[in-house]
């Protein structure tokens, strides 16, 4: 029996590329793409889906016959910060409906993406571990945090099948950022196609550890394809690419623009950056279910500009 898989958050810079991965994998009629609004860059099946009400989300788990959930809708950082109540709730609210209706209506799997934000200032900085201690500072970062715990007990408790990765900075030409702290670096790429001055939220020496958008998505589908047995980890396994700072990012770029300009002007995300770590040791997931990165910087900015002049290009 094939899977079927309900995307949540599908109009996000992951879940826009998931989606496409998971049709490829599963086929065109077995995974629905949802979002609290319209798609309208999907093909295949569509739900206007509302996270934070528990019918309409058991509706079309029901509808579809949903063995597997990818909950990816949430308040990133920055934007969380503007409004921490609000970005506690909802976060938290959708977590619970689709742990609440995973359990009691079967679903195998549920995917449930966490982040360096987990980490703070009790974290050694550098090759951070997987059980490092745990104070993030934001409400972000806490939410994650908290939803690994519940990861692990209903788990523990009910045998429901929850997998995580700590994402760290997500880098892809496929979609615009989406409000989170690191997402200076898909910006930055953007400014240098259009031969743009570029203007740095960070520090240009914040390092931080990184991952390009195709080596995010295997590791996902790698995780969620491995072994129950092999899942060691049930709170969320640290996933590494490279560390970097914008100032790296820049010495690579100008290879392919010599005159590009940039011009840093540290706002509060240098204060949320600052806490995290600049490398993360994700040896758990290499050991457990075979994870290993395939881009470098120097690969991932040749391909991001190539990728991006076309986009504009066509756009003409």
Known sequence: MKAKVLVIGANGQLGSVLVKELQHHYGLDNVVASDIRKGHHFKGKFEELDATDREQLTEVVLRYGITQIYHLAAILSAKGEADPLATWDLNMKMLFNVLEVARIHGVDKVFFPSSIAVFGEDAPWVNTPNKA?????????????????????????????????????????????????????????????????????????????????????????????????????????????????????????????????????????????????????????????GWKPQYSLETIVRIMIDKLREQYVAQQ
């Open 133 to 289: 201690y745990l104070n993030p500072a934001t409400v972000y970062g806490m939410s994650k945090a908290a939803g690994e715990q519940w990861a692990q007990y209903y788990f523990l408790r009910y045998g429901l099948d929850v997998r995580s990765l700590r994402y760290p900075g997500i880098i892809g030409y496929q979609s615009l950022p989406g409000g989170g702290t690191t997402d200076y670096a898909v910006d930055i790429f953007h400014k240098a196609v259009l031969e743009e001055e570029f203007v740095c939220f960070l520090n240009e020496d914040t390092t931080l550890p990184m991952i390009f958008m195709e080596d995010a998505i295997r590791a996902t589908l790698e995780l969620m394809e491995a072994p129950k047995e092999d899942i060691k980890i049930r709170t969320a396994y640290n996933l590494a690419g490279s560390s970097f700072s914008p100032e790296d990012i820049v010495k690579e770029i100008r290879k392919f623009y010599p005159e590009f300009k940039i011009r840093y002007e540290p706002d509060f995300r240098q204060d949320i950056a600052a806490r995290w770590p600049k490398s993360i040791n994700d040896i758990e997931a290499t050991m457990d279910w």
